[in-house]
């Protein structure tokens, strides 16, 4: 099986580089060459790499071109973007690569992950197919693509011909996904063990779309952290109009009219958004981190995060502890 690692400007090198050390590790591990990795660009010109700036690192030069290449598919990388706006002009800036995806022929696949989904989503090869993206994309992806069946709860959605991956690691699952279907998964096992990777996530966990990347009025902004410094005993409409200099009427009007949802369900999810992060990312007790974060007890806490995620506290942790 070729693969070919597609390198453009602005992309995010590092997830091609992680996703051919696995390839490299998973043919030692099979004791022969069941992957073979290429470099393919739109041409055989050298792709400055930068680091989300304009300051070059090094360049790759592609072995091969998108459209001169017998591949059996291509790793298309996300590209440093941090907002909707960039993605939306992205089909603009990369015209002449979306020109090359298009005449890639249909048995030849296209693997894409983060915020690449929205060009492989341009090509039309995932109109009435299931695929994912990066959380934080979902309006715009939905309102572009409305043609695509989005599945943003899952993190990898894996097919030879057109897969779709979330986040800027989603090469993971991907090559993940691969081992498993050509080596088998004892041999996936073994890599994953040798190379101590992390366990991958199947699904995205229910507080993602409450984030501040998501918030792009100042006021709504200002309220997120307010929220997250505040005890939760403390967390009433009264006291943030106050530290906000508005009026209660005023701000509850602005929040609905934000993220179409009552003041009080907005600061809510915020501080239960603020919790998963803790069960997440910290070994920290259940009833510690609900004294952290400044609930009145612990059955309050447990009670309110069960009635925000659908999960008790236990049972969140369990399922996506990194």
């Known amino acids: 099986m070729k693969i070919g690692l597609t390198v453009f ?9 992680a996703f051919a050390e696995m390839i490299e590790v998973a043919n030692k591990r099979c004791a022969k060459k069941i992957f073979e990795i290429q470099w393919v660009g739109v041409n055989l010109e050298p792709v400055p790499v930068t ?15 998108i459209v001169d ?15 909707e706006g960039k993605v939306n002009t992205a089909n603009k800036t ?14 030849t696949g ?51 011909q057109n897969t779709t991956a979330s986040g800027v690691n989603g090469y993971l699952p991907i090559a ?8 088998g998964q004892q041999i996936l096992r073994d890599i994953i063990d040798l190379m101590v990777i992390p366990r991958p996530e199947t699904s995205n966990h229910p507080f993602q779309n409450i984030s501040l990347i998501r918030l792009k009025d100042p006021l709504m902004r200002q309220i997120y952290v ?19 200099n508005q009026t209660e009427r005023s701000l509850s009007r602005k929040v609905k009219t934000n993220v179409n949802l009552s003041c009080a369900h907005f600061m809510r ?11 997440i990312y910290s070994s920290a007790p259940i009833n510690v981190i609900g004294e952290r974060l400044g609930f009145s007890d612990d059955a309050a806490f447990r009670r309110t995060f069960k009635k925000v995620s659908s999960y008790t506290p236990s049972n969140y942790r369990q399922t996506f502890k990194r």
């Not at 400007?9 to 580089?17: E, F, H």
């Not at 341009?122 to 693509?145: F, I, N, P, V």
């Not at 999810?269 to 069960?279: D, F």
Request: glycine residues 4%; contains cysteine.
């Open 9 to 17: 400007p602005g992309c995010v090198v590092s997830g091609l580089i």
């Open 176 to 183: 993940e996904a691969l081992i498993s279907e050509f080596c």
């Open 51 to 65: 680091m989300g700036n304009r300051n070059v690192v090094f360049s790759i030069t592609p072995q091969t071109t």
């Open 110 to 160: 296209i693997w894409s992950y983060c915020s690449s989904v929205s060009l492989l989503a341009e090509t039309g090869r995932l109109d009435g197919k299931e695929a994912t993206s990066t959380w934080w994309l979902e309006d715009y992806l939905q309102q572009s693509y409305p043609q695509v069946n989005w599945r943003f709860t899952q993190t990898c959605i894996f097919e030879i």
């Open 226 to 244: 307010w929220v997250e410094g505040t005890p939760a005993t403390e967390l009433t409409i009264s006291k943030l109009a106050k530290a906000l």
């Open 269 to 279: 999810s915020i501080k239960m958004h603020q919790a998963s992060e803790h069960l």
């Open 69 to 83: 290449s017998t591949l059996t598919a291509i790793l298309l990388p996300g590209y440093w973007t941090d907002a």
């Open 94 to 107: 990369y015209s002449t690569l979306l020109s090359a995806l298009k005449q890639l022929p249909k048995d």
